[in-house]
């Protein structure tokens, strides 16, 4: 992992014009049905809102594939696609723009994101054919889809950053989307709250990125703290003799200027670490923080917004209850799309993890401890929807180990596979809950086969890729996920040097696989084989949230022969623009209480279930490894430039890897046969008693190991216990200060007014006073009487005389 | 001491000017006080002739006393007119009823 | 009653002590060996002893206004005070004074005044007043200016002549018409206006009834 590939020189960018569009179109189509969209579907009928939505979604769709196939007719050193559209900030050092750009992964992410995005837009018009509020579902998802796209066609942190929360958002918006549910509504909280902290960890690890570019930490002698010392700079001039030259925006002299110093541009980034002769990777490898080296931090941080994004260890919380959403918006969001934020974020950073075989080794083990520990919760789920959720939390751990152990193309494969498969397998639940009218539990299911066979179809071939058996491609992304693990060397675990890592993570692999492969047809045939048990009505109190009971009352009365739609029939392609018919069909609520026979989906909802399910076989002829055919897997060759990073693997002959994956397929066989052993047809009697024998896990591992619980102990309580005294602080502590201001202030003003009235006037009033007083006294010579005049006359005189005598 | 002198008359005329003066000050009745004036001028009048005929040359001793001695008179008539008018409004002569210009 | 005892008790005591003074000084006037004077030497001579009795009787008057109760005293007691002061005009050779004292004052200004008394007054409603600087006051006034008065005509050396007495009308006259016209004139214009003035205000009130 010390090696960057020498020849590597900066990335040559393609300026191309319409770039921006991809994005747009689905902008476009929020903006429209959220503000119009009402009033659209008032007046012309869900129609003319899903018109809007998928006609975007298309739009988007073949602009992407325009410039997919531009990037194929480059060179594969040249491939990259770049628009900026304008200066967003520029503040000291920092600067991003509002850009785009498109290399090899990130087109590979949009053109799953829009085509996958597309198909289940489609779905959603049958799924979602009764619901009153079709057009904020619609604009919902092109809001998702929109911000996503941001995501990976960024090309700096800022916007990707700007579609990280914006998925979030899109998510918590979809997830309760039925708000007037209390407990959907806070699944979509609780969803944006972890996934808040997610966020937390992440601005931090990319702040520390910001700063350690452009400057240098050193402890101090005297505290266990740092001093940053900016002009400590990064990155040098070539043959310059002092390499630490003053920080700031430099460029290297050379034929292909690369620029130097902090930056959060991906490009810039990536030159700058990627090519040795700047120095910068040296540079980064070298600095610490706190005592521990600084890309161990930055790589730790920045997965924390991937364990929140996509829900790993311990922030995956969230993903089992945003199942409250509807079913579409499980497929897209939390199988397909946004969960796979977090891998993608590994995979363009590949060269940061790199740099730090702590953060690469750190980020494989959570990978896989998640997958390993969300499989076993899947064991004993009931919901349908539970089981895929957990699944795909299984899933993303899988993603982190290819992407943890260096296997940063195998990561983003089985990413694609996961697209394919995981969104056919919730589509097809999709469909089953359809069928069964709002029916997610799966004891209520069973002998589905006989009445929906396209969906049971394509629910096997997605439970076939997912397991891992060959020609479909799950077995290819996640034997190569495997055996890359298995044979990673340069894996280090909280600083040390952990050869034993990979191995180690091989075999709980192995065991989570095996895992996978039983719980997944656990839920094959406990829903399609056997006999149908459900029909009871509504779904009623389980122990998972029911699909919404009050809105979109998907009903059909007991015989809708006419419903079985012939899923060879007509109408093909899933981008279909023209209407389906999946809304007229559904009527008024049917009685309750009398059985319900399931019946098929129709060909909106069952023709993207083909392609989905065709995607996920045909998904396999990207990754075939080369142990097959000696050639580099397709994939591994078209991202092979956005991924500059070379890990060191330990070589093994091509039989061992062809052993081991015939241990991988091992392990899907045992964890089939037993699904089929205990599950087909629902006639073993043996769950029920291991059930019963080991009532005490059961009953733990049924409830998540507690860990709902566990969180809202420790974190929520304290919380809303702080919310509280914070309130109670605020109401009787800061108001009362306030309320003390107010009435110092008063008692001021009353002393003023109070100085006012009796000093101030008082003393007006006591000049006034005195005067009048003493009129008043001495009116009192003027008695009107004479002999008073007389006397005063008399006394006044003599007064006179007696001073004359006297002073004479 | 017997025999008598200037300093006799001076001597009447003070005992006459000092109970004047009390008549004036002391008396309820203005026709008292009145008589009161008189008596003051009287004893004024006495002084100056004492002087006249004790001290002074020429007649302006006898001549000033006879003047006020007029004037007396003038003033007599008017004041008493005057107590006159004051009795017909207040149906009294007492010197404290006519206090109309107090405060 | 009591003040008809009074006054004459008054007047009674008054010209006692004089007489008593004046029989004893006659007795014991050889021993005094007095300065002549005009009046009859080395003796006390009958005008001195006139002058006695002139000055009580213009003393007692005095004393009377100032003091009696009833107000027809009052006036009577005037009547007497002028007279002695006309009296003693006589004996300072101001003889057509001593005629105008009594023919105007006493003649003029003393029925004037008893006119008023009578228009004026319940008779026998006089009291000395009793204000708030009473009669106490006035008393102390009066002793202080009185004393001051006395002690200032008795005192002080005046440069007196023995002058003879000698009629001064002819002088008077002369005087009047001569260098004291303008005052003369003056006065009886005075005593027109007096007179107008008089006549208006009493008749003022009359036409006001």
Redesign the interface.
């Known amino acids: 992992m010390e090696h960057p590939l020498n020849e590597l020189g900066p990335i040559v960018v393609h300026q191309v014009s319409y770039l921006w569009l991809i994005p747009l179109f689905p902008a476009l189509g929020a903006l429209a049905n959220s503000l119009f969209g009402i009033r659209l579907q008032r007046a012309f009928g869900k129609r003319a809102v899903h018109l809007i939505a998928i006609a975007m979604m298309v739009l988007s769709f073949s602009v992407a594939v325009r410039a997919f196939l531009e990037l194929y007719a480059l060179a594969p050193a040249d491939r990259f696609l770049s628009q900026t559209l304008w200066r967003m900030l520029s503040a000291g050092q920092l600067s991003f723009d509002l850009g785009f750009a498109l290399d090899p992964l990130s087109m590979m992410m949009v053109l799953i994101i829009t085509f996958i995005g597309t198909l289940i837009h489609v779905f959603s018009i049958g799924y979602m054919a009764d619901e009153p509020s079709y057009w904020r579902f619609f604009a919902y998802l092109n809001l998702f889809v929109f911000a996503m796209l941001l995501l990976v066609m960024g090309d700096n942190f800022a916007v990707m950053f700007f579609g990280w929360e914006g998925v979030g958002l899109a998510s918590y918006l979809l997830i309760s989307f039925w708000y007037t549910d209390v407990e959907k509504a806070k699944a979509g909280m609780k969803a944006f709250v972890v996934n808040r902290f997610g966020d937390f960890g992440f601005v931090l690890g990319l702040f520390l990125l910001f700063w350690s570019l452009g400057g240098v930490w050193e402890p101090r002698a005297d505290v266990r703290s740092l001093n940053y010392h900016p002009e400590i700079g990064a990155g040098a001039v070539p043959g310059a003799a002092n390499p630490f030259l003053a920080v700031g925006p430099r460029t290297t002299e050379g034929e292909h200027p690369v620029k130097l110093g902090p930056t959060l541009n991906f490009r810039e980034l990536r030159d700058q670490v990627v090519i040795e002769s700047t120095g910068v990777a040296e540079h980064l490898k070298n600095q610490h923080v706190w005592g521990f080296a600084l890309m161990a931090v930055v790589g730790m941080l920045l997965f924390v917004g991937a364990m929140g994004k996509s829900a790993q260890l311990p922030l995956y919380v969230w993903l089992p209850d945003a199942m409250a959403g509807p079913t579409p918006v499980s497929a897209l969001i939390h199988a397909a799309t946004m969960v796979t934020a977090g891998v993608y974020m590994v995979a363009r950073l590949s060269y940061l993890y790199a740099l730090s075989p702590t953060a690469m080794g750190w980020v494989a083990a959570i990978g896989m401890l998640t997958a390993f520990f969300a499989a076993t919760i899947g064991f004993f789920q009931y919901d349908i929807k539970k089981v895929l959720a957990y699944s795909t939390v299984s899933q993303l751990g899988f993603m982190f180990v290819g992407v943890g152990v260096g296997a940063f193309w195998a990561g983003s494969y089985h990413l694609l596979t996961h697209a394919f498969f995981k969104a056919c397998l919730f589509l097809g639940s999709g469909s089953v809950i359809l069928g069964c009218h709002h029916e997610q539990d799966m004891r209520e299911m069973g002998g589905l086969k006989k009445h929906m066979p396209v969906t049971a179809w394509t629910y096997l071939i997605a439970c076939w890729a997912i397991a891992g058996f060959p020609w479909a491609s799950g077995f290819y992304s996640k034997d190569e996920i495997l055996w890359k693990a298995f044979t990673a060397r340069d894996l280090a675990f909280l600083g040390h040097t952990a050869p034993w890592l990979g191995p180690a993570i091989f075999v709980l692999g192995i065991v989570a696989a095996t895992g996978t492969s039983f719980y997944m047809f656990r839920s094959y045939y406990m829903t399609f084989t056997g006999k149908y048990r459900g029909g009871a009505g509504h779904a009623e109190e389980h122990d998972e949230d029911p699909h919404s009971a009050h809105a979109a009352p998907h009903h059909a009365t007991a015989a809708h022969p006419q419903d079985n739609i012939d899923p060879n029939g007509g109408h093909g392609a899933a981008h279909a623009k023209k209407d389906d018919h999946g809304h007229g069909v559904h009527g008024a609520d049917a009685g309750h209480g009398h059985r319900h026979t399931p019946h098929e989906s129709p060909l909106s909802i069952t023709a993207v279930l083909v392609v989905l399910a065709a995607g996920a076989v045909l998904a396999g002829l990207l990754g075939v490894p080369a142990a097959w055919t000696h050639h580099e897997p397709i994939l591994e060759r078209w991202l092979a430039p956005s991924l500059p990073v070379e890990t060191r693997f330990a070589e093994f002959p091509h039989s061992t890897e062809l052993l081991f994956q015939g241990i991988g397929v091992a392990a899907a066989v045992v964890g089939w046969f037993f699904a089929r052993l205990l599950f087909k047809d629902g006639r073993s009697a043996v769950p029920a008693e291991l059930k019963k024998r080991f009532f005490g896990i059961w009953t733990v591992v049924y409830n998540k190991y507690y860990v709902d619980e566990g969180y809202q102990a420790i974190i929520v309580r304290p919380s809303l216990f702080l919310a509280r005294f914070l309130f109670w602080f605020d109401q009787h502590v800061v108001d009362w200060l306030v309320n003390f201001a107010g009435w110092l202030g008063r008692l001021v003003a009353n002393i003023d007014g109070a100085i006012d009235t009796y000093v101030v006037d008082g003393a007006v009033n006591a000049v006034a006073g005195i005067t009048g007083e003493a009129g008043r006294a001495l009116r009192r010579i003027e008695t009107g009487r004479i002999t008073t005049y007389l006397y005063g006359l008399t006394f006044g005189s003599l007064l006179v005389l007696l001073l004359n005598f006297l002073f004479r | 001491m017997l025999h008598v002198t200037l300093s006799h008359f001076l001597g009447v005329g003070a005992i006459l000017f000092a109970l004047g003066l009390y008549t004036v000050l002391t008396r309820r009745n203005a026709v008292a006080v009145l008589m009161g004036v008189e008596l003051l001028l009287n004893a004024a009048n006495v002084n100056l002739v004492a002087f006249n005929h004790y001290v002074a040359t020429g007649i302006a001793g006898q001549t000033f006393a006879l003047f006020v001695i007029v004037l007396a008179a003038a003033e007599a008539a008017v004041g008493l007119a005057i107590v006159l008018s004051i009795f017909h409004t207040f149906k009294t002569i007492d010197v404290r009823a006519a206090d109309l210009m107090r405060e | 009653m009591r003040s008809h005892r009074k006054l004459l008790a008054w007047s009674v005591a008054s010209l006692a002590v004089l007489g008593a003074?004046a029989v004893a000084?006659a007795h014991l006037s050889p021993a005094?060996a007095?300065?002549p004077?005009p009046?009859a030497g080395g003796r006390?001579s009958l005008?001195?002893l006139v002058?006695?009795f002139l000055?009580a009787l213009?003393?007692a008057g005095?004393?009377g206004?100032?003091l009696s109760r009833n107000?027809l005293y009052?006036?009577l007691a005037?009547l007497f005070?002028?007279l002695g002061?006309g009296g003693?005009?006589v004996?300072?050779?101001?003889d057509?004074?001593a005629v105008?004292?009594v023919l105007?004052?006493i003649g003029?200004?003393l029925v004037?005044?008893l006119?008023?008394?009578m228009?004026?007054?319940r008779i026998g409603d006089?009291?000395?007043?009793n204000?708030s600087?009473?009669?106490a006051?006035?008393?102390i006034?009066?002793?202080?200016?009185?004393l001051?008065?006395?002690v200032?005509?008795?005192e002080v050396p005046?440069?007196?002549?023995?002058?003879p007495l000698a009629p001064?009308t002819a002088?008077?006259g002369n005087?009047?018409l001569q260098g004291?016209l303008l005052?003369f004139e003056l006065?009886s214009l005075?005593?027109l206006a007096?007179?107008i003035?008089?006549?208006v205000?009493?008749r003022?009130?009359?036409k006001?009834?």
């Open positions: 003074v000084s005094l007095a300065s004077g009046f006390l005008a001195d002058f006695w000055a213009a003393v005095a004393a206004v100032a107000i009052t006036s005037l005070s002028l002061v003693l005009y004996y300072l050779s101001a057509f004074l105008a004292q105007i004052y003029g200004v004037l005044i006119f008023a008394v228009l004026t007054s006089v009291n000395i007043s204000t600087l009473g009669w006051g006035g008393a006034v009066t002793a202080v200016i009185g001051l008065v006395v200032v005509a008795v005046w440069r007196a002549r023995d002058v001064t002088q008077l005087g009047l004291w005052p006065a005075i005593l007096t007179m003035g008089a006549i205000i009493a003022k009130e009359l006001a009834d």
